[in-house]
Structure formats: C-alpha cells, structure tokens
C-alpha cells in the first residue's frame, strides 16, 4: 500500500512564526503536492514539485514556500505564520507523467494548523 | 483553463436507497476525471477515475461512476446507500494530452440517514 505521512496532524503556531511541515512517501513516488483545505473552499493547490529540487507554484503560492532535497520528502514552509494560514494541510504524491497523466494522487492524512 | 463544478454542497439520503453525487467538468482536450472520499480528520481516499474506454468505471465500496461526454458530467452513484457512507466527496479533473495538476470541485457532504 501507498503511504504518505506528515509531520503533524496538529499544530499550534504563534503569527510571525516560521512552520514547516514535512511530508514523506515511501513509493519512490516522482510527483509531490501540497494543498489546503478550507470549507467551502475544497482543496487549493499550493505548490508542486515533478522531481527532486523542482517546484512549481500552483493556485495560492504566496506566503509559502517548498522543497524537496530528496525524492521522498516535500517540505512546505510558512515563511511567517498569519492568522489566514489557519487551515488544513493536506499533502499528496503520485507517478510521473510518464503514465500519461492518469496517474492517482495518494494523500497523507493532513495538518491541522491553528495560528494564533 | 478546467475546472469542475459540485453544484451541491449537501446530499441527503435514507439508508438502503440509491445516492447520487452530481459533478460536472470543464477542459481543453480530453478529461481524466477522479473521485475520492474523505472520513471525519483524514485525509482523501481515492475511490475511482474515468481514463478511457467503457463509460461506466466501478470503483471501491461498491461505488461507481458514469462519464458523460456530452453532459460533461461524472456523477458518482451507489444502488443502495450505508450510513457509513457519510462523507465529503470530492470531485477532480485533469485535461489530457496535458501537464497540468488536477483541480478538485468544492466538496459534496453526503449524509446517509437510519
């Protein structure tokens, strides 16, 4: 079975801080995302990354940032926490496109982040 | 440009009878279309995905799927709901031949009724 863990599934955080949160998947997995969750909002796409030390922004990229040094693990960072970074954090990793983009994404069971 | 429309944010259902959850998509090209579940503080579990061929997919707990070119719709079905089925249901779409990511309609809260 597919498995993609984070960090965390909860985390309280002061506004100004620097968060990170870390994701990890052990099926050698090529394509990595980050989104966030808000009710009503479904699920927003944060930042991507196709292969290590790639990224690519997606919906709502500003006030975060990524990396992924190694294949397995993608890291999003919230360079100063502000109270409208409260959310749910929700990573998920898939093939690489060589599957011509049918692939499925798997998801980690999320980050509920609270700033205060 | 795609995108996906939930048009309901709630569904109610009585045990036993069939459910339906409505989606419908928009792309350039050809769609890959996806649903997933998500129970109370998890994360989203994948349920089934339309790629090609037979227009109705079947796909985990019983759920299945009915891809409509025409109707640009995908609507998620199940002959006889459980109350275990309560869940929010997302919708996703990615266009192909293509490099984009998928994007996820709204979310549809299903609620199964004793």
């Known amino acids: 079975d597919v498995k993609v863990t984070q960090s965390s599934r909860y985390l309280v955080k002061r506004t100004g801080e620097k968060v990170f949160l870390e994701c990890v998947q052990d099926?050698?997995?090529?394509?990595m995302f980050w989104y966030r969750q808000d009710p009503g909002l479904g699920l927003r796409l944060i930042y991507f990354?196709?292969?290590?030390?790639?990224?690519e922004k997606g919906d709502i990229p500003e006030g975060y940032s990524v990396s992924r040094e190694k294949k397995e693990r993608f890291s999003l960072i919230l360079e100063s926490a502000s109270t409208n970074q409260t959310s749910m954090y929700l990573c998920a990793s898939s093939f690489s496109h060589g599957t011509g983009g049918a692939e499925t994404q798997y998801f980690g069971p999320g980050t509920r982040l609270l700033v205060l | 440009a795609q995108s996906v429309a939930q048009p309901e944010d709630q569904v109610n259902v009585a045990e036993g009878n069939p459910l339906t959850v409505k989606c419908t998509y928009s792309?350039?090209?050809?769609?890959?279309l996806f649903w997933y579940v998500q129970y109370p503080n998890r994360g989203l579990q994948f349920l089934l995905k339309?790629?090609?061929?037979?227009?109705l997919v079947k796909g985990s707990y019983g759920f299945e799927a009915e891809f409509n070119k025409s109707q640009t719709s995908f609507h998620l079905k199940k002959p006889s709901a459980l109350v275990s089925d309560s869940a929010l249901y997302f919708c996703a779409v990615r266009a192909y031949p293509g490099n984009t990511p998928l994007v996820f309609g709204k979310g549809t809260r299903l609620s199964v009724i004793a």
């Open positions: 339309y790629i090609t061929g037979d227009n």
């Open positions: 099926m050698d997995h090529e394509n």
């Open positions: 792309v350039s090209g050809n769609p890959y």
């Open positions: 990354s196709y292969d290590v030390k790639m990224k």
